[in-house]
């Protein structure tokens, strides 16, 4: 079991492409909502949305485990509903989603903040509802910054390793990622594994950044076009 | 006030920054001061001693023993400061084989300390067993946990079991040995949780965050958080061993050989009893 290498490997799969999606829908839209507000306190708003950035990983492992230990708040809740969320796979869902949060939401409110407010005017004057704007006028223009941010989100999530070592565990099989599983391969001196286990990161890295690179070049500039017609 | 409320983030950002100082400052006053009173008293001697660090090497399990013996070493040899690194005997054993600086380990399995032999980094007639050990279950203090050994483990009260790596942590290697012989290692494997060093098992089990643990009788004794359920099978308990050598390396030699020494005299023996280590003759 501990010489798989097929298992860290599917869980890291996983683990990250699920936490790249719901981090990429959580952040576009408090990114969104947070470049357009001027409310009381938005700066704080931003510093809490940017602390596990800020955060030692061991520090946010560690409020986790607090938050969702047996005797912790969030704890006791989902124990109500029969499931404990530390040392299960979804707590690795959790950490990288937490971890990941600021880096897709710094990115995306900067490529927010960029778009011309005068041209999502233009659309809302011609009848576009708000989701409508959103979808068809603001994020094609901050396309590019919100596929920066995916990438640093599926990168960080790849390699988050000291929160979700905390709040996952070492579970051969349930929760060990790819970079948990080279820890304990040099741990216990399996070097031969850890350097098999890089070399997978590796290839995924690569392959990742590529697709999306090409992706990236896809930028469109149809929804100004259209408003134009 | 305008100032702080616009800049609120800032403000948060440095009472918090203020806070972390406060209490670093509170908790390092201890450590520093003791630090400092053994090399001011060397500039007092008239005799040529010479301060100089001693570094011991020794497994997790043996955190709190080996601290108290330190501390009663230091205060008989005020010109050494013995650093102690505490960690798995599968970490010290890496660090040892990368050129960390070592000059005594004291390791919680042979195996560990065999590889360091094998590989030519023990100094020659230095290697002797020291200590023996016994492995337990413990659960967290309050579980209604019950069973005669290791075998109830199959049941479905458990779910979650936590242990050291048995890779590289001798408790986890004992444990999954207890496991073996009585059949049940692939029927449990599923519910451990693999952990870096025993006294991480211990925390894991205190918080409450699993069924059960398998630790050293030393580590059960000094939590008041949890309590044991079984013993490993005497087969497995009889095998432990702790082995202590000189590392090559080492720049003290004679310092090194007489703190080994120090380890078999009697008032050290006393406090390796106290914590509950069984001293092993020769």
């Known amino acids: 079991m501990t010489d798989s290498y097929l298992a860290p490997l599917w869980i890291s799969c996983k683990t990250v492409l699920t936490t790249t999606v719901i981090t990429f829908f959580i952040g576009i839209f408090v990114a969104r909502w947070m470049a357009r507000y001027s409310g009381r306190g938005k700066n704080l708003i931003d510093g809490i949305f940017i602390l596990p950035l ?58 927010f903040e960029q778009v011309d407010i005068n041209v999502e005017n233009a659309a809302r004057t011609l009848g576009a509802g708000e989701w409508r704007v959103f979808w068809t006028v603001t994020m094609p223009m901050a396309w590019p910054a919100v596929v920066a941010a995916t990438i640093l989100t599926f990168a960080r999530a790849l390699g988050e390793f000291g929160a979700t070592l905390i709040l996952a565990g070492n ?14 391969a040099i741990q216990a001196g399996h070097n031969d594994r850890a350097l098999i286990l890089v070399a997978i990161v590796l290839a995924i890295s690569f392959a990742s950044l590529a697709a999306l690179a090409y992706w990236k070049r896809k930028t469109p500039k149809t929804a100004i076009i259209k408003l134009t017609e | 006030m305008n100032f702080l409320r616009k800049n609120s983030f800032i403000t948060l950002v440095l009472t918090g920054l203020l806070i972390a100082l406060l209490a670093v400052a509170g908790c390092g006053v201890t450590s520093t001061e003791t630090a400092t009173s053994t090399t001011t008293s060397t500039t007092t001697t008239t005799t040529q001693v010479v301060a100089f660090d001693l570094n011991v090497s020794a497994a997790a399990s043996l955190t709190d023993a080996i601290t108290e013996i330190n501390n009663l070493y230091m205060s008989k040899h005020t010109n050494i400061t013995v650093l102690t690194n505490l960690a798995s005997s599968g970490t010290l054993q890496k660090q040892i084989e990368q050129g960390a600086p070592a000059d005594v380990f004291l390791s919680a399995g042979a195996k560990q300390m065999q590889a360091l032999q094998d590989g030519g980094l023990l100094l020659d007639g230095t290697r002797k067993n020291l200590l023996t050990n016994k492995v337990v279950l413990v659960a967290p203090a309050g579980s209604t946990l019950t069973m005669a050994d290791f075998s109830g483990l199959t049941g479905a009260a458990v779910q979650k079991i936590a242990i050291g790596d048995p890779e590289s942590v001798p408790a986890g290697t004992y444990g999954k040995q207890a496991l073996d012989q009585l059949g049940i290692y692939e029927q449990v494997q599923s519910k451990l949780i693999l952990c870096s060093d025993v006294k991480q098992v ?76 069984v001293f092993v003759a020769g």
């Open chain 1, 54 to 111: 800020v955060l030692p990983p061991t520090v946010v492992g560690f409020g986790l485990l607090l938050l969702f230990g047996r005797n912790g708040p969030l704890g006791e809740f989902f124990s109500w509903f029969g499931t404990t969320i530390v040392f299960s796979w979804p707590a690795t869902v959790i950490t990288a989603v937490i971890m990941t949060f600021p880096l897709m939401y710094m990115s995306a409110k900067a490529g």
């Open chain 1, 171 to 184: 579970i051969p099989g349930k929760t060990t990622t790819i970079p948990v599983a080279i820890y304990f």
């Open chain 2, 202 to 277: 211990l925390s894991y089990v205190e918080a409450g965050n699993v069924d059960a643990g398998i630790v050293y009788a030393t580590d059960a004794a000094i939590s008041k958080s949890v309590i044991i359920v079984a013993a490993a099978p005497a087969e497995v308990n009889n095998k432990i061993i702790y082995p202590v050598a000189v590392i090559k390396a080492t720049k003290n030699v004679d310092a090194a050989k007489a703190y080994i020494a120090f380890l078999a005299t009697d008032e050290v023996k006393a406090i390796f009893e106290k914590y509950g280590f």
